[in-house]
């Protein structure tokens, strides 16, 4: 069977992962644990667990590493697998541990848990109208009930064990506000925030996996899209003090809270911002970096570039102390309206060029750079008159050259991978296609993707012959000269802007009510039935994405 293909469900995730690696390296670890037991040494010793992931980490990759490649926890790099003792911190451009040692943090982004995102679990629209829909049919109790036990079992310490197994060393974790305070009850935090929080950062902590904390919502919306859950098409977050304020205030709180924890890497003040006038953006970074210094003067900020986290060159030449400078690079050719990805040596070089535009500030201030999420989504039926298995491997490929291009920097490139787990479209992990959750909700995710009503990587050849004419009569009746006049255009063409309006929010929110009537009369156990459906080992692992990662994750550079 082809990794690229759809293959069958794995019932036991880490069996499955583990019988990839090599029986010399596990048949090592177990006669290690043998002679410890005989040494009346016990095995269940959490450091000691550690350090045997951490050889077993290294027999794992031993097989795999390229010429000049280097191991993890020998020099000077250090991969996370062995339990953080001190505090991360900049140094020029490179980040390192309380030694000195340099680490370089490969990881992913766990999209859709403490932020869930339509095309990550299947619903449409924004978060809270989700939430909103389920408890008018289901009620309160059963809805608050059906997204608890989602939570608890999208992400567990097996799953912290699993990308620990891949030799990743990282999470970034998108946290969305509404967990910590309520819009009616602005500025008094809710415990309940916390304690999702630190169920997963704890799962991490056990295996060796620095945590990024990072605020992917903000009170009224810091970009313009679906995933920072405002429900409109405006950041009404830089047009308010009162919003901003209540960021500070939440910050403060979960710098108090986290402060001396050596497995939180640092804390993410906003996920792509895109604030209009350039401004208002430079004045809450500095104003949020004192905010959370006055608390927790140790722990490093990933600094967001504005307009979806591209653009650094209303930036001050001089770098927040001890700041990580965060860009995001998604190629287009990763998706299904951006054309292929052949290696032609002409898209090699946009993909450089691409990325040196966004980092060019980093390199000028000498500070580390963070590529806080990229990577292409993936198909599972013809797509552009190309086979799946033909889009995918376009796809891996892209993939391979963009870490090739993170590789050859002449600094560090730290990143993480967009997303973790989903419904098959993007995930390193993704819910079976024969899961109750799947097999209720497939004909309501056909409709919405039919019908193009989720941006991310959406094909609109269905709805073109609707859509196009209508487009063509909104570019007659504004002025030319307008049509790139609201921001963030150029990046959005006037076409994408009444998407997003039209598309994206008012048709999903109505379609987001027919969804939420799947769940119609659905029991207690029904539901923890369709929740579990996100359960590692009820899910199925992308090998051939796993492959790729775990092959990067071992190298530091390509140019020593």
Same mark, same amino acid.
């Given at each position: 069977m082809s990794p690229l293909a759809n293959s069958g469900p794995s019932r036991n995730v880490g069996l499955s992962v583990r019988s990839e690696l090599s029986y010399d390296r596990r048949s090592f670890v177990l006669q *290690?644990?043998?002679i410890l037991k005989t040494l009346h040494v016990s095995t269940s010793n959490s450091r000691l667990q550690n350090h045997l992931l951490f050889f077993e980490n290294i027999f794992c990759t031993l097989g795999t590493m390229a010429p000049g490649a280097i191991v993890p926890g020998v020099s000077s790099f250090r991969i996370g697998q062995l339990q953080a003792k001190s505090i991360l911190r900049?140094?020029?451009?490179?980040i390192v541990d309380g030694d000195g040692r340099r680490v370089i943090l490969k990881g992913v982004g766990l999209g859709g848990h403490l932020n869930l995102e339509n095309f990550i679990t299947g619903f449409t629209g924004h978060e809270h109208e989700h939430r909103e829909a389920l408890g008018a049919v289901l009620g309160k109790a059963k809805a608050d009930f059906y997204f608890d036990r989602l939570l608890d079992y999208f992400?567990?310490?097996?799953?912290?064990?699993?990308?620990?197994?891949?030799? *990743?060393?990282? $999470?970034?974790?998108?946290?969305?506000?509404?967990?910590?305070?309520?819009?009616?009850?602005?500025?008094?935090? #809710?415990?309940?925030g916390f304690r999702l929080l630190d169920r997963v950062i704890d799962a991490c902590a056990k295996h060796g996996l620095y945590v990024i904390i990072d605020l992917h919502t903000a009170p009224g919306g810091q970009n313009q899209d679906w995933h920072c859950d405002s429900g409109i098409t405006k950041a009404l977050f830089w047009k308010f003090k009162h919003f901003q304020d209540r960021v500070v205030n939440l910050w403060v709180e979960i710098a108090k809270h986290?402060?001396?924890?050596?497995?939180?890497?640092?804390?993410?003040?906003?996920?792509?911002?895109?604030?209009?006038?350039?401004?208002?953006?430079?004045?809450?970074?500095?104003r949020i970096e004192k905010a959370i210094r006055s608390v927790d003067p140790d722990? +490093?900020?990933?600094?967001?570039?504005?307009?979806?986290?591209?653009?650094?060159?209303?930036?001050?030449?001089?770098?927040?102390?001890?700041?990580?400078?965060?860009?995001?690079?998604?190629?287009?050719?990763?998706?299904?309206?951006?054309?292929?990805?052949?290696?032609?040596?002409?898209q090699k070089a946009k993909l450089r060029s691409s990325f040196e535009r966004k980092v060019k500030f980093m390199r000028a201030a000498n500070v580390p750079i963070y590529?806080?999420?990229?990577?292409?989504?993936?198909?599972?039926?013809?797509?552009?008159? +190309?086979?799946?298995?033909?889009?995918?491997?376009?796809?891996?490929?892209?993939?391979?050259?963009?870490?090739?291009?993170?590789?050859?920097?002449?600094?560090?490139?730290?990143?993480?991978?967009?997303?973790?787990?989903? $419904?098959?479209?993007?995930?390193?992990?993704?819910?079976?296609?024969?899961?109750?959750? +799947? #097999? *209720?909700?497939?004909?309501?995710?056909q409709k919405k993707k039919d019908l193009s009503a989720d941006f991310w990587g959406s094909n609109d050849d269905k709805v073109k012959h609707v859509f196009e004419p209508f487009f063509e009569a909104i570019k007659e009746w504004v002025p030319k000269h307008l049509h790139n006049k609201k921001y963030p255009s150029p990046l959005w063409t006037?076409?994408?802007?009444?998407?997003?309006?039209?598309?994206?929010?008012?048709?999903?929110?109505?379609?987001?009510?027919? +969804?939420?009537?799947?769940?119609?009369?659905?029991s207690e156990d029904e539901l923890d039935e369709l929740a579990a459906s996100f359960k590692l080992e009820n899910c199925r692992v992308r090998d051939s994405l796993n492959a790729v990662l775990r092959e990067d994750a071992v190298v530091l550079r390509t140019k020593a």
């Open positions: *290690l644990k043998g900049t140094s020029g451009p490179s992400f567990t310490e097996r799953d912290a064990e699993f990308l620990a197994s891949l030799g *990743l060393n990282s $999470i970034r974790i998108p946290i969305n506000y509404r967990h910590f305070e309520d819009d009616m009850n602005p500025g008094v935090i #809710k415990p309940e986290y402060r001396g924890n050596p497995t939180v890497a640092g804390y993410n003040p906003l996920n792509e911002p895109a604030d209009p006038e350039h401004t208002n953006l430079v004045a809450f970074y500095n722990h +490093m900020l990933f600094i967001d570039g504005n307009t979806y986290s591209m653009d650094f060159t209303h930036f001050p030449e001089e770098p927040l102390p001890n700041a990580v400078y965060a860009c995001h690079d998604y190629a287009s050719y990763g998706f299904p309206r951006g054309g292929t990805y052949t290696g032609t040596a002409e590529n806080g999420e990229f990577g292409p989504v993936y198909a599972s039926a013809e797509e552009n008159g +190309m086979s799946a298995q033909e889009v995918n491997e376009c796809r891996i490929a892209l993939l391979r050259e963009q870490l090739s291009v993170y590789r050859e920097s002449e600094t560090d490139v730290h990143w993480s991978i967009w997303t973790y787990k989903d $419904i098959n479209y993007q995930g390193m992990v993704y819910t079976d296609v024969t899961s109750p959750y +799947m #097999k *209720l909700l497939e004909p309501f995710i006037i076409e994408r802007q009444f998407e997003r309006v039209i598309r994206e929010t008012l048709l999903s929110e109505y379609l987001g009510l027919e +969804m939420a009537e799947y769940f119609m009369d659905k």
